[in-house]
């Protein structure tokens, strides 16, 4: 999971390149000269494909799944696997006309591409006959054909639901050793949190005799989205809807976005209070994830980060001081607060993926291609996509149940073994709620340190959380709200990064809410404001 996160909650920049290429068949002959022989029996139609992966997840060749679900449907598929620079070569790619017949992965195509080459991709809806998995779930989970229809009525792209993740993608966590060496509290206040901070910098929290190398909070930077300060805000009543990047959310039904709110002022003031004591990591601005994560799980036994956010302990802090750190309920913003704590509520985001596999309108063996797509769709397959292979990542009971099986090799976390084996998050699936599957050890952890935010996340998943992935926005509004979210978060994010490290929120707030109002917010908080209410209406 903590792989999607990351090219999730980077603001959806992730991007992908033309890596290579395997073919599972060994042959390189086009689909488009190929001819439908209309069963999975006979001889095999051959299909392209383009698929986005992770960095670590082996080449396609070598999932016996993947294999497996091509024979079942008859079809020979050259893929092309894809990792990096991908947005960069794709609209010269869509824009030559010449395209596969698949393209596999979040972020790959989107509504926006739907948008700009119309007539490229093939509408579904008249396939659907030939995917009846598709058709069970969007019956079973009415809200996936929501997520898959255009404002036409027609669908291009299909969705995933993975069903089995937490309401929320964050986690909160403080070393609960260090705060067992020095004799403190668990803080409850953002003053209480910053005492704690301060303990940890100077009394030599993690015991090894060196007073300096501690780290108390660390972040990947930025503002809002997973792992970052923006869930503070919950301390303060602000109900964040999957991680809200560009700092959007819904109160009282009023679409509203915190970079303008003094809500904010208040967080980045409180932050600011923590930089100039020396208690935020320095590199805050400047290090990758990469260093972001290797930080946090220190050296040996030895922690060096004493507060900070992630997706599960084991992944955060690794397998061997996890146990270090306790999973923590949100903070008040002082003792004072009466209002109902909150949290980021990211059911959606972490449950449900948009345009996960699009048919090119070019692929001349479209039922071949839809036999393909029905059979991702099938729930013994869609947890393979999900969780590797039967027999290597999943055991069948011989019963109808399943578990997820812990990693070969005993040195590997299951959250990294997963994305090492198969598509993961990335692929196209259904995994009903009927699914009787026992998760590995990494899921099941994240399960348990989300109560402490169970209160928190009792939001009212309607009328308190914007329902950003079941609208769709016409092309023209679309295209303003982009440009204008461009702009925002540029001023938004400059000042962030100068406000933490330097301070002047305070004298320069009504300019820079007067310059966001320039770059267009107020006028994004109108369109979705009525495009908000719309959807309301229909509930």
């Not at 925002?488 to 400059?494: E, H, K, P, R, S």
């Amino acid at each position: 999971m903590k792989k999607t996160l990351i090219l999730v909650l980077t603001a959806c920049l992730c991007t992908i390149l033309i890596a290579g290429c395997s073919n599972n068949g060994g042959n390189q002959e086009s689909s488009n000269t190929g001819t439908d022989k209309g069963s999975a029996g006979g001889a095999k139609v051959k299909l392209t494909a383009i698929i986005s992966k992770h960095p670590l997840t082996k080449p396609l060749a070598e999932m016996e799944w993947l294999q497996k679900a091509e024979d079942a449907a008859g079809v020979d598929i050259e893929w092309q696997e894809i990792t990096a620079d991908w947005a960069q070569k794709k609209g010269t790619m869509l824009a030559s006309g010449d395209t596969p017949d698949l393209f596999v992965g979040p972020n790959v195509i989107t509504d926006a591409d739907f948008a700009q080459f119309q007539g490229l991709f093939q509408d579904l809806t008249e396939l659907l006959p030939e995917a009846p998995n598709v058709q069970q779930m969007f019956d079973d989970k009415p809200e996936t054909k929501i997520i898959a229809t255009q404002p036409d009525g027609k669908i291009y792209g299909l969705p995933k639901y993975q069903r089995f993740w937490p309401a929320s993608a964050t986690r909160q966590y403080i070393n609960q050793t260090w705060l067992d060496n020095l004799g403190l509290s668990m803080p409850t206040t953002w003053d209480e949190l910053y005492d704690v901070l301060v303990a940890f910098k100077e009394k030599d929290a993690n015991g090894n005799g060196n007073p300096n190398d501690e780290i108390p909070m660390d972040w990947p930077g930025g503002i809002g989205g997973f792992f970052n300060p923006a869930v503070l805000l919950g301390g303060l009543g602000i109900t964040l809807t999957d991680g809200s990047g560009q700092g959007y959310f819904v109160e009282d039904g009023k679409v509203k976005n915190f970079l303008t709110d003094e809500r904010y002022q208040k967080m980045v003031v409180f932050l600011n209070k923590l930089y100039k004591a020396g208690l935020i990591n320095p590199e805050v601005f400047t290090h990758d994830y990469t260093k972001f994560q290797s930080v946090a799980r220190g050296e040996g036994d030895t922690a060096k980060v004493g507060f900070t956010w992630g997706w599960v302990a084991s992944d955060r802090f690794g397998e061997q001081l996890a146990p270090q750190y306790t999973s923590m309920s949100p903070l008040k913003e002082s003792a004072g607060f009466s209002g109902k704590l909150s949290w980021s509520y990211d059911f959606s985001t972490l449950n449900y993926g948009v345009n996960q596999i699009v048919m090119s309108a070019k692929t001349k063996n479209k039922e071949a291609a839809m036999r393909f797509i029905n059979e991702l769709y099938k729930q013994e397959v869609s947890m393979q996509v999900l969780f590797g292979s039967l027999g290597t990542n999943i055991k069948d009971n011989g019963d109808g149940t399943y578990s997820v099986l812990p990693p070969a090799d005993s040195k590997m976390d299951p959250g990294t073994w997963k994305w090492t084996s198969t598509w993961a998050d990335n692929g196209p699936m259904y995994l009903p709620d009927s699914l009787n599957l026992t998760l590995g050890k990494d899921m099941q952890e994240v399960l348990v340190q989300s109560e402490p935010l169970k209160d928190a996340l009792a939001v009212d998943a309607v009328k308190d959380v914007f329902p950003g992935m079941f609208i769709k926005y016409t092309t023209a509004d679309n295209n303003t709200m982009s440009l204008s979210n461009t702009n925002v978060m540029n001023l938004a994010n400059t000042n962030f990064a100068k406000w933490v490290t330097k301070g002047g929120i305070e004298a320069q707030w009504d300019e820079y809410v007067k310059q966001s109002k320039k770059a267009g917010l107020d006028q994004n908080i109108e369109i979705m404001q009525k495009y908000y209410d719309d959807y309301m209406s229909k509930k």
